[in-house]
């Protein structure tokens, strides 16, 4: 039970801080919450259905394509609705929540109440370490949510346009100063935001298929997340992450599966109260 | 002066009028005024903490829970009077808008909307999950407030709370008090500057505003006769927060022109289903775009230009 | 400027949208109302019972009508929710002025239906919603023609398990009046019938069922008895799989229509073989002539075989209304009351007669026969009951 609960949590927590690191960078950067970054993730997932089952394209090319896709459509988002809200957080909070409930309307419409699931990968389950056995499309949505993870610190770290965020992040008027073009850098970190979301939308989906409405729980835990690993911080939002995972499904298995996202809220208004600045956040100055 | 009292006037005139509406009406045209009062105490309510203060709370149909479930659980399982019950509700709300408002005092902005997000999510589970008591998603069935049930007895009933809810915000934000709330919105460190007791007016707020939604929800479940986890639900959050977006947040008559527009244009558009939802998530989406400050910024611009300028 | 034009555009053309809404006069024909999830997560009932409703009007109707009238039908949503199911039922009784109401497949909203039902006294006659308090309540304009938990558990399920011998159960019941319900009563049967069993409540919208699955393996059984509904259902079927609960234990979907939905296979892939599953329509077995002919007419219609059995049960229902009405010879409600207490009709699933005992869950219902299936290499085979059986369990 030990064993089972802890792999659920790390890969389900995998998959928190994959979707948490988009609200981060958006929150770093831009100051916005944006409230439909669930329903980014779930239109993701239909993308990848969609091409993957009705076009017969190869599940990993329809995976590039739908993350793409969402790419281009938060870069549409951030320039015709996010950008004038610039400085007003609470509006763009409004207008986001707004557009959630617009999304899920449409995928209702377009795709049905059904869940929709993409192909697996990859079958069948195997014994883990003689313990328990696993699902193998759970255990390849875990290896493909660190490799992207991986890949988007690596690009933080080495790229001038993580180096840019980073600066961005740190400081705005700095980095402004320093000739960094922000509202560019804003669309783009809005679109890699959304992205971000794609990415563990089409990673997941094949594990628990989409609905219209499963967007917002997504959103909710990794604003969870985000507040946990301190607001703006990339490594703090992965710890959360995974803190969540674990935490989630230890008390599921020990305490009740009913309140399992019980624990998630408590420790978000907790965290709030007694460390604002997140458990692993640097102090506000 | 001559102004003020001309305008009681026409108050009285309009009340006067509305209140012999439903006596032309149907029974199904005297539930959809009903509903539309429902809306106008939530909007009102959630108009005085959102749009006055700037507290964006995402849990003010949660609240309506509270209200709705307090009084629903104490007239089921103990058998109070349902309208001690409403009286309950409101209370109860109340002590939880308090106890929400201080807890959130520290927080500004997001962080505000998250954490009555966050509460409004853990009520929703406790309810889903003390089925026994609450009986989760399967309804609670409740007594209504009449013995006798009565479509127009139930409207007359949502009018004396809609005016009382419309009364209780006018006054607090044409108050002395309610210089101190426009202060507070605008700028909190400039309004302390100014010796306006921030700390008091936002904990006033939260409750006041909590209070009355737990009567507006207390009133609904016992017009209803069965309360289910819809009332706190996110999606009449939505419903809240679209009507008074499009009516124009932070105007008195903004919510209430939000909440009848809206509630009588989804009662038209029911015929299409599903398609609801998203008319007016669309028309949301662009009234708050394009005009944020709703119908009521639209019109007084319209009137501004009109006028030549003086 | 341009801006608020646009905006002036919009509003204007929702307005002129819901001008164009405005229902049409000309009340000739008699209509009824039917409720059920055309939206949510049962929406695929609501398919069902569009596709039952459209071959039940158009067969009544080539007979000639009702009142020598043509039979119309009001489908109102109810999004599978207790509150919009409520306000649909008043909806159709005030708004469309429909002369008795037929449908739900939800026990919650149902149970708030027919306090409406009481109130407005219009006559309501349940289809597939199963709770035993629906017409145990005694209501004089409540009827069910459609199957009881407690006429499925201990007519069907618990003849089933212990006439294969099962011996050890697990009961999965998820947190509805339906679920709950049916649980408390398979409790009930097991303890009579001395079989172990251990039981535990879930959450039908829940995606995760890895714990609770674990928790069930722990105990070991050799049946599950899962009362869940909608794709709920699919994610533990395949979940059971992957922790290798099954094919070990033999998993019984309680309900039967998420077991035939077209997205089974795609969700439970091969995981979803041998499971077993309540029905009262079998892909070739047919009980009368009547439901012959709604197997054909349904395959010319649609242009498939009928799978959801409960297209059928609101096909039946329909055809008792019509009856009724005729027999009833007005629209009142007392007179459809008293025609309906009457009734004696072949239906598809045989002949449809009303329990006139008062007391229990008997009293203005109607049980029909069902079947426990097992899906055998995508094909179904009849297990139960013995007199209809086309094969043997597997394992």
């Known amino acids: 039970m030990l064993a089972l609960s802890l792999t659920n949590g790390l890969v389900i927590g995998i998959v928190y801080a994959l979707t948490a690191l988009g609200v981060s960078l958006v929150v770093g950067i831009m100051n916005v919450v944006n409230f439909a970054h669930g329903e980014f993730y779930i239109l993701a997932g239909y993308f990848s259905y969609l091409f993957a089952h009705t076009l017969g394209i190869h599940p ?35 207008l986001t929540f707004i557009l959630s409930i617009v999304f899920q309307s449409l995928f209702l419409l377009v795709f049905g109440p059904y869940p929709n699931k993409p192909p697996s990968w990859i079958k069948g389950a195997t014994e883990v370490f003689g313990l328990f056995h696993y699902g193998n499309q759970r255990l390849a949505a875990l290896a493909a949510g660190v490799v992207v993870i991986a890949l988007f610190f690596a690009m933080l770290k080495l790229t001038w346009f993580g180096r840019m965020i980073r600066a961005a992040a740190q400081d705005r008027e700095m980095a402004e100063l320093n000739g960094i073009n922000t509202t560019r850098l804003n669309l783009l970190s809005f679109g890699l935001g959304c992205a971000l979301a794609a990415a563990a939308g089409v990673i997941l989906a094949p594990v628990f298929p989409v609905t219209p409405t499963a967007g917002t729980p997504v959103a909710l835990t990794a604003f969870v997340c985000v507040v946990l690993g ?6 703090g939002c992965v710890l959360g992450g995974l803190v969540l995972g674990v935490v989630e499904n230890l008390g599921a298995a020990y305490v009740s599966t009913g309140y399992k996202h019980v624990f998630m809220f408590l420790i978000l208004i907790l965290v709030l109260l007694f460390r604002p600045a997140g458990l692993f956040g640097r102090r506000e100055v | 002066m001559v102004k003020a009292i001309d305008n009681r006037w026409w108050l009285a005139a309009a009340v006067a009028g509305f209140a012999a509406l439903p006596w032309g009406l149907g029974i199904y045209h005297q539930h959809v005024l009903i509903v539309s009062l429902f809306y106008v105490m939530m909007t009102a309510s959630w108009n005085l903490l959102a749009g006055y203060t700037g507290q964006v709370s995402f849990g003010h149909a949660a609240f309506a829970g509270i209200g709705a479930y307090a009084s629903g659980i104490l007239a089921t399982k103990v058998g109070l009077n349902p309208w001690l019950g409403v009286g309950a509700g409101t209370l109860a709300a109340a002590v939880f808008g308090f106890l929400l408002g201080v807890l959130c005092l520290k927080m500004g902005g997001i962080y505000l909307s998250l954490t009555t997000l966050g509460f409004s999510e853990i009520l929703h589970i406790i309810i889903n999950n003390e089925y026994e008591i609450t009986r989760g998603t399967m309804g609670l069935q409740v007594p209504g407030l009449i013995a006798e049930y009565s479509k127009l007895a139930y409207f007359y009933i949502f009018l004396a709370g809609a005016i009382i809810t419309l009364a209780v915000v006018h006054r607090l934000i044409h108050a002395n008090i309610g210089l101190n709330f426009r202060a507070v919105q ?3 460190r400039a309004a302390a500057a100014l010796g306006v007791d921030v700390v008091r007016v936002r904990v006033l707020a939260f409750t006041v505003s ?27 959050q939505f419903l809240v927060l679209s009507m008074t977006v499009i009516g124009g947040l932070g105007s008195f008559a903004g919510p209430v022109i939000g909440a009848f527009g809206l509630e009588i244009l989804s009662e038209y558009i029911r015929a299409y289903g599903e398609y609801h939802v998203l008319a007016f998530g669309l028309v949301a989406l662009i009234v708050a775009r394009f005009a944020p400050r709703g119908l009521v910024g639209v019109w007084k611009q319209f009137m501004d230009r009109r006028r030549p300028a003086a | 400027m341009n801006k608020k034009g646009f905006v002036g555009v919009i509003v204007l053309a929702l307005v002129g949208l819901m001008l164009a809404v405005g229902p049409a006069l000309g009340a000739d024909p008699v209509k009824i109302g039917v409720v059920g999830p055309r939206t949510g997560d049962a929406a695929a009932t609501g398919k069902a019972f569009e596709e039952g409703i459209q071959l039940a009007t158009a067969w009544v109707n080539a007979k000639g009508g009702v009142l020598g009238r043509p039979l119309e039908v009001v489908f109102e949503d109810t999004a599978g929710a207790p509150d919009k199911a409520a306000s649909g039922f008043e909806r159709l009784v005030t708004r469309d002025k429909v002369a008795m109401v037929l449908g739900e497949s939800h026990s919650s909203s149902a ?7 009481n109130r407005l006294k219009i006559p309501f006659v349940v289809v597939e919603a199963w709770a035993d308090p629906i017409t145990a309540k005694n209501y004089r304009y409540v009827f069910r023609a459609g199957p009881s938990n407690s006429g499925v558990v201990n007519e069907t399920i618990a003849k089933w398990v212990q006439a294969s011998g099962f011996k050890k159960a697990y009961i999965v019941a998820e947190n509805s ?17 001395a079989i172990p069993y251990e039981q535990l409540v879930t959450e039908r919208k829940s995606q995760d069922h890895y714990t609770e699955l674990t928790k069930i393996k722990q105990f070991g059984p050799d049946v599950v008895l899962a009362y869940v509904y909608g794709t709920g259902l699919h994610y533990f079927v395949a979940q059971a799989g992957e922790v290798g609960l099954t094919p070990k234990a033999v998993i019984l979907d309680g309900a039967g229509p998420p077991s035939l939905w077209p997205d089974y296979w795609t969700n439970v892939g091969d995981y979803g073989n041998l499971e077993c599953f309540v029905s009262s329509m079998h892909e070739k077995v047919e009980l009368t002539p009547l439901a012959k002919e709604f197997r054909e007419n349904y395959v010319k219609a649609f242009g498939k075989a009928p799978t959801d ?12 209304a019509a009856d009724a009405i005729n027999r009833a010879g007005s629209l009142g409600a007392e ?3 008293t025609a309906l207490e009457k009734t004696d009709l072949l239906t598809t699933r045989g002949k449809a007669k009303f329990g006139m005992e008062k007391g229990g869950p008997e009293y203005h219902q109607w049980m029909p026969p069902m079947l426990v299936i097992q899906w055998q290499d995508k094909a179904q085979t009849v297990l139960y009951p013995p007199e209809a059986a086309t094969g043997q369990l597997k394992r």
């Open chain 3, 177 to 193: 009046d339906w679920g709950l319900g049916i649980a408390q009563l398979t409790e009930a049967a097991l303890k009579k019938a």
């Open chain 1, 230 to 235: 301190g607001m703006g911080s990339m490594s």
């Open chain 2, 210 to 236: 909590s209070a009355l939604a737990g009567m507006a929800g207390a009133l609904y479940g016992h017009y209803l006769l069965l309360i289910t986890p819809q009332i706190p639900s996110l999606d009449q």
């Open chain 2, 186 to 188: 605008n700028d909190e």
């Open chain 1, 60 to 94: 990993l090319a329809a995976m590039v394509i739908a993350v793409g896709l969402v790419f281009l459509l938060g870069l549409v988002v951030e320039y015709t609705l996010i950008r004038p809200t610039y400085g007003d957080d609470m509006y763009s909070l409004i």
């Open chain 3, 335 to 337: 007179n459809l009351v």
């Open chain 3, 309 to 320: 059995y409960k297209s059928r049960s609101i096909y039946d229902a329909v055809l008792i």
């Open chain 3, 111 to 117: 149970l708030a239906e027919i306090e409406v039902a």
